[in-house]
């Protein structure tokens, strides 16, 4: 059986996937009319995720790009091949994407610097989302700081780095517990008076911290780890769905045993003839319309794929089943 994808045509049309070329090209697609089969060609989309609005002013499409990838390994320095970085963000926006998500720390620098290079100046509609309150001192080495006048000049660098005067969403990329949050919330705020903040969001936090901090300021967005196979952050989703708090999940495409050779990932991925990375990121969009799932990628090829899942229909029968593989 193909697996269905779901292109938002007004007639309730659903569209099977035929096949996919990693060369490059976009798919050939089966529109499945009651009345029959014919073939048509549709381009893969971030627009068949649906949307988002952050903040209330800010629409987005809800299946974007995290742009940690972009840089060497252990995040560290600039990517073994440069120019396939900035063809991959190009080409994101080419599909449809209008959220990319970033941080200071990548790279350091790096990541934001790639996005100005790839796009700037951008185009209308496209958000960029940066991190502040991680520092590196080397290759995977993360240590929080949330002092308000590190969080201060990190937004300033940002803001030269992505060359903009305002930046969409910068979310405080983690909770420093030697300083009170209300300090670096409350620095992030001032900056948004200022004007060089749009929105404020918050990462890795629990449902105490969101409610802490929405006692200094507005909060559109929470980023946490979570996927198909780990949900530990499940009660921050249910609260980010009573609130209208877009839910930014990073690590996105892992999958766990789920898709190891006869695992129901596997399996189902076999039946419907796509990637399990796929069915995982239709399993995320299907789960919550707050959810902004933000695959990273340094490969063209490995974008496009992911770009698929923006489409992809699961039955409730096939989303319960993943639901319940890891008992949550």
Not at 243 to 266: M, R, V
Not at 302 to 319: C, K, R
Request: net charge neutral; aromatic share 6%.
């Amino acid at each position: 059986m193909p697996i269905e994808v779901a292109w938002g045509n007004p007639k309730g049309v659903r569209c099977g996937l035929e096949w996919y070329n990693e060369i490059g090209s976009l798919p050939h697609v089966e529109a499945v009319h009651e009345r029959g089969v014919h073939r048509t060609m549709e381009t893969v989309s971030a627009k068949h995720s649906g949307t988002f609005t952050l903040g209330g002013d800010l629409p987005v499409y809800r299946l974007g790009y995290g742009a940690m990838q972009l840089t060497g390994p252990g995040i560290w320095g600039d990517p073994k091949d440069p120019d396939e970085a900035v063809r991959v963000l190009r080409r994101a926006v080419e599909l449809g994407v209008t959220f990319i998500d970033t941080a200071d720390s990548y790279g350091p620098f790096v990541s934001e610097m790639l996005i100005k290079k790839a796009l700037h100046p951008y185009a209308d509609g496209l958000v960029i989302a940066t991190k502040a309150g991680l520092t590196r001192c080397g290759p995977n080495d993360w240590r929080a700081v949330g002092r308000p006048e590190y969080l201060r000049q990190q937004v300033e660098l940002s803001l030269r780095h992505l060359g903009v005067e305002r930046i969409d969403l910068l979310q405080l990329h983690r909770i420093d517990p030697k300083v009170p949050l209300e300090e670096q919330v409350g620095e992030l705020a001032l900056l948004q008076k200022e004007g060089k903040i749009r929105h404020i969001g918050l990462s890795e936090v629990k449902v105490a911290d969101i409610e802490r901090a929405r006692k200094t300021a507005t909060i559109v967005s929470v980023q946490n780890l979570y996927n198909v196979a780990k949900r530990d952050a499940e009660p921050v989703l249910e609260y980010c769905e009573r609130e209208q708090i877009a839910f930014i999940p990073w690590f996105p495409l892992a999958t766990g045993a789920l898709a190891k050779e006869g695992g129901p990932l596997d399996e189902m991925a076999k039946r419907l003839q796509a990637k399990p990375s796929q069915l995982a990121l239709a399993w995320l969009l299907k789960r919550s319309p707050v959810m902004l799932p933000i695959p990273g990628t340094s490969s063209v090829a490995h974008l496009q794929e992911n770009m698929v899942a923006a489409g992809i229909a699961l039955s409730d029968n096939d989303f319960e089943t993943l639901r319940q593989a890891t008992g949550a």
